[in-house]
């Protein structure tokens, strides 16, 4: 019994002791594989070619495991395409996971291959079946490290000016370039109008490139290399577009003369747009020098008075501008009229109301105010003791007393409004409140001696109780009334072609110093030019409302355009003599050329767009010639505040001047 139990025992033991001493099996090593392979920030796969691979960016393999750093430097090999190796540098990071090769910079646009060859091994034994990885460089662009005119740097995305007008223009490429290239690809120009140039090679990466003629001045040039070059050298380029303007060309366009027959031209040849180009039955100004048959009530009030100067002046004899008054007058007479007041535009032939806009076929008060103090200062020239005059004295006082000012407050509120039409009613609205242009309205219908309104009137409605007020400083001139940096300088001009501002005040502003510093911040704003227009200085001055390069639009500090406007700066001259006289020399000499046409200057300019304006406007041209005969004589200054009502009226709303009696 025990015999039997003990022999199952033993075996069990002799064969758990043999099981110890024995062999264990034949094991298979375990695989090396890869994780990735980049060049730089391009991904390479077997199998295939990856393309625009970085010419100077090191090859990293990223494998799975750690490899042997000796085998790698054996098994891993950069060939070029004719199976050329190119000499590596191995460093190994990541526990030896990751193996990075540097290089020299590769040929552009060539193919290479990555060899991971099947003798590597892992650190601890394990094999690689090997893999081989092509890849094609990419072509570098061609690019420009720096372009110079007259050696200085510029950067041809900003706006480059104050160049000289005969310029030197270096340009310096990334890498070799032939000018005989470029010469294929290049365009020099200003505007439409090619210029001649010269291209010079340096050295093999730089090209200088000259006009073969003087530049003009103030004008914007181009220079230009296609990205079409690109189809020649074999390497992409982006292109060149390179603009700037050139600075002044100090030359006189017209022989020097005395400003005081430079003024008188002026005048002259501006009169010349009321007069040449008056309408041919109403003798009424034209809105624009386009406008046909219509013709401008506040324009042509501007125009009245420019007759006055034009008779002063001699331009034209006292019988010729007496009958023109009389043709205008008389028209006035028959013309479309709203509780006495015109529209702002007219059919210059049927005297029929034309609309402004859709709802602005009606009177245009403020319009009808201009034309008011036109035909007051008409009046006061003309003589009674001619018999002919006198005639017209008396159709001038009939108009002057059938205007309804009043009407336009609207049932009799403490406020003037601008439009009434019998088709809409007041419909649009608008309240005549300051400061604006507008001023002269108020003191028309304050001195209106059949329909005149309240002190109450001017004080609420135009000066809302004192909010016209400003009193801050810009460029430190102080602004006493108004929009911050003053609005448009019309707002300088209108009212003030006959209202004489010289110690003129009332509660809230003295008007000397209101119209001259409004003039001094606007010149000053186009001096400081924050917005980096081309041309603007002490000398090219004047933002108001005027034709621009977009359509029409009140120029001003605060919506500047680039869009210099000759009135501006003109109109300016009785508070700004000696600034005005710098911008008249400067457009007349240096501009007049592109500036100066049959009816003086033209509306407007933009030299940064390239841009003049072809028109005229009846409202620009009119304050030219009144605002220098005032500088000159006070000729409409004197006339229009000689008139009885207009001393009432201004008395009446709390003015007070020594020219006041």
Known sequence: MRYSLLVPLFSMLLLASCGKDDPEPDQTPEKLGITYVYVGSTALSAGGTSENVALNEPVEIK??????????????????????????????????????????????????????????????????????????????PLFMEAVLIDDSSVNPLSRIQNISRNPQITLQFSSQVLKDDIALYSDFSSGTVAIDFSLNQVDERTISVSANQTLAGLAKYRFTISS??????????????????????????????????????????????????????????????????????????????????????????????????????????????????????????????????????????????????????????????????NLLIGKIDELWKSIEWDWYTQGRQNVLYWHWSPDYGWDMNMKIQGYNEALITYIMAASSTTHSVSADVYHQGWARNGSIENGKEFYGIRLPVGYDYGGPLFFAHYSFLGIDPRDLSDQYADYWEQNRNHSLINRGYCIENNQQYVGYSAECWGLTASDNHQGYSAHSPTNDLGVITPTAALSS???????SLDALRFFYYQLGD??????????????????????????????????????????????????PDVQNGLKRLGFSSPHLK
Do not use: C
Not at 344 to 362: E, I, M, R, V, Y
């Open 573 to 579: 001259m009785p508070f700004t003599p000696e600034e």
């Open 228 to 389: 079409n070059l690109e189809n020649r050298i074999g390497k992409p380029f982006a292109g060149l577009d390179l603009n700037f303007y050139t600075e002044v060309d100090p030359a006189p366009k017209f022989p020097l003369i005395s400003d005081d027959e430079l003024l008188t031209k002026v005048q002259e040849q501006t009169f010349r747009y009321f007069w040449d180009f008056g309408h041919p039955v109403s003798g009424l100004a034209r809105e624009r020098n386009t406008s046909g048959e219509t013709v401008t009530i506040g324009g042509s009030g501007f125009g009245v008075m420019a007759i006055l100067v034009g008779i002063e002046r001699g331009f034209i004899t006292r019988a010729e501008g007496v009958d023109r008054l009389k043709t205008m007058v008389d028209f006035l007479g028959k013309a479309d009229r709203f509780h006495g007041a015109w529209s702002h535009w007219l059919n210059g032939s049927t005297g029929k109301a034309l609309p402004f806009s859709q709802k602005d076929n009606g009177g245009d008060l403020v319009e009808t105010s201009f034309m008011a103090a036109g035909l007051l200062a008409a009046r006061q020239y003309l003589n009674p003791a001619n018999t002919a005059e």
């Open 63 to 140: 494998f799975d495991k750690a490899v042997n750093t000796a085998s790698a430097q054996q098994n891993i090999r950069l060939q070029d395409a004719n199976n050329q190796e190119v000499a590596v540098t191995f460093t190994f990071f990541s526990e030896n996971q990751l193996v990075k090769l540097t290089h020299d910079q590769l040929a552009e646009g060539a193919m290479y291959t990555l060899k991971v060859l099947g003798g590597l091994k892992g650190e601890n034994n394990e094999t690689f079946d090997g893999q081989t990885f092509n890849f094609e460089t990419m072509i570098s």
């Open 594 to 643: 592109r500036l100066w046409g049959e009816y003086g200057f033209y509306d407007a300019f933009n030299l940064t767009e390239s841009w003049t304006a072809s028109s005229f406007l009846a409202i620009d041209q009119g304050p030219i010639v009144v605002m220098i005969e005032n500088y000159r004589s006070q000729l409409i200054w004197n006339l229009l505040m000689s008139h």
